[in-house]
Structure formats: structure tokens, C-alpha cells
């Protein structure tokens, strides 16, 4: 039974990385490279933290308006100190919709894309290839105790 569970363990960790990879960061990419063409602005980081995980905000002036917008997941500059000049780029109708400039070729969510889908790969091959050894030493054990 240890064998058989530790099968399900490789399975279900390979398509928990694959959903990650397909279903969070390949989309946070494509967010962060949609505000290629947004109107440029300077901005300062108003609350610090894990940028990566989308709990950094930056504050700027827009049309005249203060905004304090969220970064999104997959943004970089988390070792930035609260207060630092950071270029941003927002969408001109939701200056809410904002990204570090930096970031919007994709920034780190393509980078953790690729990763988390190399090693979904990897994970769902290796519980193919210890599902294939298994079945072969279970057929190699009931040749070798012959009819009963």
C-alpha cells in the first residue's frame, strides 16, 4: 500500500504543479505583458512585501488623481524599501490596472511558469517510470512463484 500511495502522492504533486503553471502564472504573464503599451508613470512603493505573490502597491499621480494600486502577482522588486522610485506602467481607463515597467515582458510569472511546468513534467515522468517499475516487478514476483 506505501507504494501505491506515494504513486498517487507523485501524481497528484505533478498536476498541482502543471495547474499552477497553466492556470496562475502563464495568465499573471500575460497580464504583466498586456501593459507593455500602458501610459508610462513614476511611482513610489507605498507598502513593501512579497511583489512575487502580489502584496506590494505603488502610489502615483494619474490625470491628476492620486492612485495607490496593488502590483500584480509575479512582479519583481520585493527587496525594494517602502518609498523607492519605481517606473510603472497602467492601463490609461483603470490606472488600477498597474505593473512595474520592469516587469511587463513578463517579469518573474514567466520565469515561475517555466519552472513549475518543467517540473510538473518531470514529476508526472517519474511517477510513470516507479508505475512502470512497479508493474514489472509485480509480473517478475507472480512468474517467479509459478502456478499455485
Known amino acids: 500500500m506505501g507504494q501505491h500511495a506515494s504513486l498517487v502522492m507523485l501524481l497528484a504533486l505533478g498536476l ?10 502563464l495568465p499573471a504573464a500575460q497580464h504583466l505583458r498586456s501593459l507593455q503599451a500602458g501610459e508610462r508613470v513614476q511611482a513610489t512603493l507605498h ?21 495607490v494600486a496593488d502590483l500584480p502577482v509575479g ?7 517602502v518609498g523607492a522610485p519605481v517606473a510603472v506602467r497602467y492601463q490609461p481607463d ?4 498597474v505593473a512595474r515597467e520592469a516587469d511587463t515582458g513578463g517579469g518573474g510569472a514567466l520565469v ?4 513549475s511546468g518543467g517540473a ?5 515522468a517519474l511517477s510513470a517510470v516507479a508505475a512502470f517499475f512497479r508493474r514489472t516487478e509485480k509480473a517478475a514476483s507472480l512468474e517467479t512463484a509459478g502456478p499455485a
Request: charged fraction near 15%.
Open 112 to 115: 515561475l511558469a517555466v519552472i
Open 16 to 25: 498541482l504543479l502543471g495547474a499552477l503553471s497553466g492556470l496562475v502564472m
Open 94 to 97: 483603470d490606472p488600477r490596472t
Open 47 to 67: 507598502t513593501g512585501g512579497s511583489c512575487m505573490i502580489g502584496h506590494c502597491r505603488v502610489a502615483f499621480e494619474a490625470d491628476g488623481r492620486a492612485v
Open 120 to 124: 510538473a513534467l518531470l514529476v508526472l
Open 75 to 81: 512582479s519583481g522588486g520585493g527587496k525594494e524599501s
